[in-house]
């Protein structure tokens, strides 16, 4: 069955870019009716969309994110990544990956989520 | 930005009681709504899509409601897996509520 994997370091500087990738396995990325998300946990607190990309390439962010966050997509390796900019304590959290369903319009399948911590 | 607004943020319950937690959009999404169960540590599981629509593999006991502003998701009888954390998720836009965290009495 489908999973996905995040990786990516789990300490990050502030001010600089957090950098994550999802690998899927046990289907393709490039199926139609899919898109690919990440959504993010802060310690304690409640889930966090940051932005979704379809297999196409079409991206869509959180406005509260946009001007930081970039969501690419490698289908020769199965993968998709996140990029966050300008990171600060506040991004530190769980970071989820996911698929999404055109037909359910809802996440799906879920990695186990990563944690990264923005720190000196 | 839509916003979600979940009720209560926490609520008690015992095993085999019926228990309803709501979610308010900040403007009308349709159907386009969506319940999620974590558990501590663990990634969200999606529970009800399209508002009524329920998961493949999640028990009957668990429903959805609603459409327009008002959604509801209801468990018929509480089973001790069922304590844990739910959230709404909005796919108008894609937002989530804050959570209701369902703990023993």
């Known amino acids: 069955q489908l999973e996905l994997q995040e990786s990516g370091p789990g300490l990050v500087k502030p001010s600089e870019t957090l950098s994550l990738t999802c690998t899927v396995s046990?289907?393709?990325?490039?199926?139609?009716?899919?898109?690919w998300g990440w959504i993010r946990q802060p310690p304690g607190k409640g889930l966090e969309w940051i932005g979704s990309?379809?297999?196409?390439?079409?991206?869509y962010y959180n406005p509260s994110l946009k001007s930081r966050v970039t969501i690419s997509v490698d289908t020769s390796n199965n993968q998709f990544s996140l990029n966050l900019s300008s990171v600060t304590a506040a991004d530190t959290a769980v970071y989820y990956c996911?698929?999404?369903?055109?037909?359910?319009?809802?996440?799906?399948?879920w990695g186990q989520g990563t944690i990264v911590t923005v720190s000196s | 930005d839509i916003q979600m607004t979940q009720s209560p943020s926490s609520l008690s319950a015992s095993v085999g009681d019926r228990v309803t937690i709501t979610c308010r959009a900040s403007?009308?999404?349709?159907?386009?709504l969506n319940w999620y169960q974590q558990k501590p540590g663990k990634a969200p599981k999606l529970l009800i899509y399209?508002?009524?629509s329920l998961q493949s593999g999640v028990p009957s006991r668990f429903s959805g409601s609603g459409s327009g502003t008002d959604f509801t998701l209801t468990i018929s009888r509480l089973q001790p897996e069922d304590f844990a954390t739910y959230y709404c998720?909005?796919?108008?836009?894609?937002?989530f509520g804050q959570g209701t965290k369902l703990e023993v009495k």
């Open positions: 399209s508002a009524s």
């Open positions: 046990g289907g393709s990325i490039s199926s139609s009716g899919y898109y």
């Open positions: 998720q909005q796919s108008y836009s894609i937002s």
């Open positions: 990309i379809y297999h196409s390439g079409s991206t």
């Open positions: 996911a698929r999404g369903g055109d037909r359910l319009r809802a996440f799906d399948i």
């Open positions: 403007q009308s999404i349709s159907f386009y």
